[in-house]
């Protein structure tokens, strides 16, 4: 029973009143009413307010100035408060709209000299910074498979260590698009990891055992010596256009006719930088003219397996599904083995799998080391050399000495390749696959006199591309065999010496983080730790 029930005159809190006539007013005593107009209570015995709002009909409070305007501080029967921007019919008043300025960046500059994007007025002890890895075991108790692995791990053991070759498979490889390149050129997560273990697996310096891919793709004879080719040559190109071209100019005449004859849509090749000379970046040629204004070897990787997303080349791609492109990719043999890796397996690898799984023919350059851009061309060259990007024309490594000629061909430098290991990746220390063992075909200048490329067929889809060729091509048996098996043997036995790992084409293609962690001393579980 309420106390009204019980005869007590106690209104309710915030219930109003119901009159004789049934009309209703805002609680408290009998005879207020409210306004419909203003949403003021009104004394009607005395015409004062019966709660020192308002007047009958003048509404003197402070819900209203002295013209009539709305106050700022009244109420109105919702609950709210008048509007402030309005007169009392509800109007707008004059506006003013300052258009902004254009092609002007806007000033961020801060008067007191700080940068815009500094933190100010933090507590002390205050933790501002991104949280750590460890935030997973902190916000959960779900332990984490033993067999998960994360970018954290390649971050840590590879790329940190200077061991990545910029070869790009593990941007190819991540299924969550997680992994982009960097200003640096080095992988980097651009958003959350899944720890799916990917990019870890098909690492050429962390997960993939690469001579275990040589013997995959090529056949248990396919890891002495110069591998078991099906042909070699010492060929070269007799159009005009060779003079820009490296040595014989074998690959670009292999890519020209591939694209005439139709057999591929595209090849991804490297082209020179706009902005930066002789800085080597990723290029999809689709014409001859392409291939044959892009002729020539660059000393930096391109992150070429990261540039396989055909979604970037849309623009110069046949208008057909991306699951029926046929393209051809020019790599170095880690790049090569990477991609070969990827192929192997049946699944989605996101944007870059019709890129992948569109690569038909692989074509690789003989390779003992590459180069980090900025050590070797501002470093060696210009800094220690006096010779600027600007005057090369042509850079050339042979017979153990690097070679500089300007745009005339005179030579400008031939010095010993040792003398320029500190601008080498470290990771190519690493590396026993000078000839590309998982290639197609594999062209360089080895075994070759002056002007003519070594070419070593492997499969039948290189011997495929090299008869499309031929007969553009003056060539004949490679002139030194010897020359590139001795090459081959020294790069091995280099790489023999910086492995940290026991090299075993018998193993496992995939080898455990915790078993490189044993091998490498890197740390174990990086992930839980705040990095």
Same mark, same amino acid.
């Given at each position: 029973m309420?106390?009204r029930?019980?005869?007590? @005159?106690r209104?309710?809190p915030?219930?109003?009143?119901?009159?004789?006539?049934?009309?209703?007013? /805002?609680?408290?005593?009998?005879?207020?009413?409210?306004?419909?107009?203003?949403g003021?209570?009104?004394n009607?015995a005395?015409?004062?307010?019966?709660?020192e709002r308002?007047?009958?009909?003048?509404?003197t409070?402070?819900?209203?100035?002295?013209?009539?305007?709305?106050?700022?501080?009244?109420?109105i029967?919702?609950?709210?408060?008048?509007?402030?921007?309005?007169?009392?019919n509800?109007?707008?008043?004059d506006?003013?709209f300052?258009r902004?300025?254009?092609?002007?960046s806007?000033?961020?500059?801060?008067?007191?000299?700080?940068?815009p994007?500094?933190?100010v007025?933090?507590?002390?002890g205050?933790?501002?910074d991104?949280?750590?890895y460890?935030?997973?075991?902190e916000?959960?108790?779900?332990?984490?498979?033993?067999?998960k692995?994360?970018?954290?791990e390649? #971050?840590t053991?590879?790329?940190?260590?200077?061991?990545?070759?910029?070869?790009?498979?593990?941007?190819?490889?991540?299924?969550?698009?997680?992994?982009?390149?960097?200003?640096?050129?080095?992988?980097?997560?651009v958003?959350?990891?899944?720890?799916?273990s990917l990019?870890?697996?098909?690492? /050429?310096?962390g997960?993939?055992r690469?001579?275990?891919?040589?013997?995959?793709?090529?056949g248990?004879d396919?890891?002495?010596g110069a591998?078991?080719?099906?042909?070699?040559?010492?060929a070269?190109?007799?159009?005009?256009?060779r003079?820009?071209?490296?040595?014989g100019?074998?690959?670009?005449?292999?890519?020209?006719?591939?694209?005439?004859?139709?057999?591929?849509?595209?090849?991804l090749?490297?082209?020179?930088?706009?902005?930066?000379?002789?800085?080597a970046?990723?290029f999809?040629?689709?014409t001859?003219?392409?291939?044959i204004?892009?002729?020539?070897?660059?000393?930096?990787?391109?992150?070429?397996?990261?540039?396989?997303?055909?979604?970037?080349?849309?623009?110069?791609?046949?208008?057909? @599904?991306?699951?029926?492109?046929?393209l051809?990719?020019?790599?170095?043999?880690?790049?090569?083995?990477g991609?070969?890796?990827? +192929?192997d397996?049946?699944?989605?690898?996101?944007s870059?799998?019709?890129?992948?799984?569109?690569?038909?023919?692989?074509?690789?350059?003989?390779?003992?080391?590459n180069?980090?851009?900025q050590?070797?061309?501002?470093?060696?060259?210009?800094a220690?050399?006096?010779?600027?990007?600007?005057?090369i024309?042509?850079?050339?490594v042979?017979?153990?000495?690097?070679?500089?000629? #300007?745009? #005339?061909?005179? +030579?400008?430098?031939?010095?010993d390749?040792?003398?320029?290991?500190?601008?080498?990746?470290?990771?190519?220390?690493e590396?026993? #696959?000078f000839?590309?063992?998982?290639a197609?075909?594999?062209?360089?200048?080895?075994?070759?006199?002056?002007?003519?490329?070594?070419v070593i067929?492997?499969?039948? +889809?290189?011997?495929d591309?090299w008869?499309?060729a031929?007969?553009d091509l003056d060539?004949?048996?490679?002139e030194d065999?010897s020359?590139?098996?001795?090459?081959?043997?020294?790069?091995?036995?280099?790489?023999f010496?910086?492995l940290?790992?026991?090299f075993?084409?018998d193993?496992?293609?995939?080898?455990?983080?915790?078993?490189?962690?044993?091998?490498?001393?890197?740390?174990l579980?990086?992930?839980?730790?705040?990095?």
């Amino acid at each position: 029973m309420t106390e009204r029930e019980n005869g007590s @005159d106690r209104p309710l809190p915030g219930v109003p009143d119901v009159s004789d006539d049934g009309t209703s007013g /805002p609680p408290g005593n009998g005879n207020d009413h409210t306004s419909r107009q203003t949403g003021h209570t009104t004394n009607e015995a005395d015409g004062t307010d019966g709660d020192e709002r308002c007047t009958d009909g003048q509404c003197t409070c402070s819900a209203r100035g002295s013209d009539g305007t709305a106050g700022d501080q009244g109420a109105i029967a919702d609950g709210g408060a008048p509007a402030a921007n309005v007169d009392e019919n509800g109007s707008l008043g004059d506006i003013e709209f300052t258009r902004p300025a254009d092609g002007v960046s806007q000033d961020v500059e801060r008067g007191d000299g700080k940068s815009p994007d500094e933190r100010v007025n933090v507590p002390d002890g205050a933790a501002v910074d991104t949280p750590g890895y460890s935030i997973r075991s902190e916000m959960n108790d779900i332990e984490t498979p033993d067999d998960k692995t994360w970018f954290m791990e390649l #971050d840590t053991a590879v790329i940190d260590e200077g061991r990545c070759i910029q070869c790009g498979t593990c941007v190819a490889a991540c299924p969550s698009d997680s992994i982009g390149i960097g200003d640096d050129g080095l992988p980097e997560l651009v958003k959350m990891c899944t720890g799916c273990s990917l990019c870890w697996d098909f690492c /050429p310096r962390g997960g993939l055992r690469y001579e275990r891919q040589w013997k995959i793709t090529g056949g248990e004879d396919n890891v002495s010596g110069a591998g078991d080719p099906i042909t070699e040559f010492s060929a070269r190109v007799e159009a005009n256009w060779r003079e820009g071209a490296q040595d014989g100019g074998v690959v670009s005449s292999l890519l020209i006719h591939l694209l005439e004859a139709g057999e591929i849509d595209g090849a991804l090749i490297a082209t020179e930088s706009d902005e930066e000379a002789w800085k080597a970046e990723s290029f999809l040629a689709t014409t001859p003219e392409e291939v044959i204004d892009n002729a020539g070897s660059f000393y930096n990787q391109t992150m070429a397996l990261g540039n396989l997303d055909l979604d970037q080349w849309e623009h110069k791609l046949p208008d057909k @599904d991306h699951e029926d492109l046929s393209l051809a990719l020019v790599g170095t043999p880690c790049e090569i083995e990477g991609v070969r890796a990827l +192929q192997d397996f049946e699944w989605d690898y996101q944007s870059q799998n019709a890129g992948v799984r569109g690569v038909e023919y692989t074509i690789a350059l003989m390779c003992t080391k590459n180069f980090n851009y900025q050590k070797l061309i501002g470093e060696q060259l210009e800094a220690k050399r006096d010779i600027s990007p600007g005057e090369i024309g042509k850079l050339d490594v042979l017979d153990g000495n690097m070679y500089v000629y #300007d745009e #005339d061909g005179e +030579q400008l430098l031939a010095e010993d390749i040792e003398n320029f290991h500190g601008a080498a990746l470290k990771g190519c220390d690493e590396c026993a #696959d000078f000839t590309g063992y998982a290639a197609d075909v594999t062209v360089g200048s080895v075994g070759s006199s002056d002007e003519y490329s070594s070419v070593i067929v492997r499969t039948e +889809q290189g011997l495929d591309a090299w008869q499309h060729a031929a007969p553009d091509l003056d060539y004949h048996d490679l002139e030194d065999r010897s020359a590139i098996g001795g090459l081959q043997s020294w790069d091995k036995k280099k790489a023999f010496e910086a492995l940290e790992r026991p090299f075993d084409p018998d193993a496992p293609r995939f080898i455990d983080y915790t078993d490189h962690v044993e091998n490498y001393g890197t740390e174990l579980n990086p992930h839980e730790a705040d990095h």
